[in-house]
């Protein structure tokens, strides 16, 4: 596994990867939160090399460190170490920023792969 060696970014666009949004799949996703103690469901809604965003029903606080999977389409990861780095509720759910800490280098790559296909998919429909 490597560490995230992720750089601080600043302005309009702060993200060093690029993010697909994926909520139109309601790809259903698994969060094993150590010092919860619990497995809480969600849907995916975006995706990058550098971490996810879900929908859930149960609140994960900031810096809880998670193990996850994902699943989709062609992609089956290992296990990822992530950290919740943002909470919004919204009426009765939340949205929920991880960004991942410990990921292997074909998970990095698969993924990688798959947001940048699926932008271009995008942009030329």
Do not use: C
């Not at 995706?47 to 900031?62: R, Y």
């Amino acid at each position: 596994m490597e560490k995230n060696n992720r750089k601080e970014f600043s302005g309009p666009e702060r993200r060093q990867y690029k993010r697909l949004k994926v909520f139109h799949l309601a790809v259903p996703i698994q969060i094993n939160a150590e010092n919860i103690g619990s497995v809480i469901p969600g849907i995916l809604l975006d995706i990058s090399a550098g971490g996810i965003g879900i929908l859930s029903f149960k609140e994960i606080p900031i810096n809880t460190v998670v193990n996850l999977q994902i699943v989709l389409h062609n992609i089956k990861t290992d296990i990822i170490k992530a950290k919740v780095v943002w909470v919004k509720q919204v009426e009765k759910t939340y949205r929920i920023g991880f960004q991942f800490t410990e990921i292997s280098k074909k998970d990095f790559e698969q993924i990688s792969i798959y947001v940048e296909k699926h932008l271009m998919e995008d942009f030329y429909l």
